[in-house]
């Protein structure tokens, strides 16, 4: 019965499955991992050569596609960041604008006993002899020659000349320029003159008043060229030579007139021309 | 007719760019004056003899642009052309030092005649602030603008004047 079992094939087989059995029960029990990865490290690093040079050549034929489209894609991302940007600014300027003229707006409700109308300052004048600002508004909007100019902070001028859409405003600053004012606190009056620098000096102050420095200067009113009681500005300082009947003054004016963008027209206030009655 | 039209839009660009940013742009408190400086450039570029013309009708808008009167710029655009012609028989291998010449002279005259009139009419002019402070300064920025705006008209005379550009 043995004999029978034990046939020179049967043997072979029953050898074939125990070589088998005992390789997979190494292999399972990771006696062979160093007879395995001693075979298989070549075939991984050919793998790895294989696979590298492949995405070269891949690199090589598919990335001047690549590089192209990804040039597009970031020059439309520029040109959306410059636009989203222009916007910011815009939005920005709007936000500027909107707060000047909110001020400009709290000014108005606060002086109620004037009429305004809001206008941007478009332009300055060419002589730098001369401090004239032009703006956006004129006959049409209903705009006079003479009507004063002013802002949330104080005086800026008047209107000097004027077309249908534009106005040319004399500022304070303008050597040509004459106001006449009051001393808040010392209660005299005097003139604030400007000149060609654009600097503003207080004149015709009588000798014997006691001016304080940081007295303030608003609008007396008289000669009927401005309305009363408009902010000019501050004594800076003041000086008072012998023999003479007046004292002057240097003016911190309180208005920024190196960055005036608004202003306010004052339309229900007529200048009186007295020139005729100077003697 | 073609160089008349591009001089007068020429001339109007540079007035309004003067108004709304080159008078901000001050030294103490003089400041350039490209409108001057554009009217000498076109002046030195020009051969046409009847540009006397539309230098008058230049200076006509630039007075009653600016609250000067109008007769300074005239006086001045017109000195502008006569010494222009003058230059551009005698000087004109070096158009360059025209420009920067004639932009002192010119913008020298231009300031004299201004505080000639603030003199006359009677305000009180501070003579050395207003030499130290204004005159001064702006000669310096318009001479240091003259050189860009000659080449920006040189450009320009090549479109207007196809046939007698110099330099």
């Known amino acids: 019965m043995i004999n029978k ?32 990865s001693f075979s298989v490290s070549p075939l991984i690093s050919a793998q790895s050569w294989l696979s590298q040079r492949y995405l070269a050549f891949s690199d090589f034929f598919n990335s001047p596609r690549d590089m192209a489209t990804l040039r597009a894609q970031n020059a439309q991302l520029e040109n959306e960041v410059a636009m989203l940007q222009s916007e910011i600014v815009a939005l920005q300027e709007n936000l500027a604008q909107s707060d000047i003229l909110y001020t400009l ?175 | 007719m073609w160089s008349y039209l591009i001089g007068f839009t020429g001339f109007l660009l540079t007035a309004v760019l003067q108004m709304s940013i080159f008078s901000q742009w001050k030294i103490l408190s003089g400041s350039a004056d490209i409108v001057l400086l554009f009217v000498v450039a076109w002046c030195l570029h020009d051969r046409n003899k009847q540009l006397w013309l539309l230098v008058i009708v230049m200076a006509g808008i630039a007075g009653s642009i600016s609250a000067l009167p109008a007769y300074i710029p005239i006086v001045v655009y017109l000195f502008v052309f006569r010494v222009s012609k003058l230059f551009q028989a005698r000087l004109m291998q070096s158009p360059l030092l025209s420009m920067l010449v004639l932009t002192f002279a010119a913008t020298l005259l231009q300031l004299i005649l201004s505080m000639g009139y603030l003199f006359v009419i009677q305000v009180d002019l501070n003579f050395s602030d207003a030499l130290v402070e204004v005159a001064l300064p702006s000669v310096l920025l318009n001479m240091l603008l003259a050189i860009p705006i000659h080449a920006i008209v040189r450009e320009i005379g090549v479109y207007a004047f196809p046939k007698g550009v110099e330099a």
């Open chain 1, 105 to 279: 707006l709290d000014f108005a409700r606060t002086n109620p006993e004037h009429e305004y109308v809001a206008a941007t300052v478009i332009g300055r004048e060419i002589s730098p002899f001369l401090q004239y600002i032009i703006i956006d508004k004129g006959s049409n909007d209903g705009l006079r020659h003479g009507m004063p100019v002013v802002t949330q902070q104080g005086l800026v001028g008047r209107i000097d000349a004027l077309i249908s859409d534009a106005s040319r405003i004399q500022l304070i600053t303008d050597a040509n320029s004459s106001v006449n004012v009051k001393l808040q606190t010392a209660g005299v009056e005097g003139l604030v003159r400007g000149s060609v620098t654009g600097e503003i000096s207080l004149d015709m102050v009588p000798v014997d008043s006691e001016v304080q420095i940081g007295d303030i200067l608003m609008t007396s009113g008289l000669g009927g060229t401005y309305p009363p009681n408009i902010f000019v500005g501050q004594v800076l300082t003041m000086q008072s030579k012998q023999n003479v009947l007046f004292q002057t003054g240097s003016v911190q004016p309180v208005v920024d007139f190196s960055n005036l963008s608004a202003v306010l027209v004052i339309t229900n206030f007529n200048s009186v021309d007295i020139s005729p009655l100077v003697p």
């Open chain 1, 5 to 36: 079992l034990l046939t020179p094939k049967n043997l072979r087989n029953l050898i074939i499955i125990m070589v088998v059995a005992g390789v997979l029960f190494l292999a399972i029990s990771g006696y062979l991992t160093p007879v395995f």
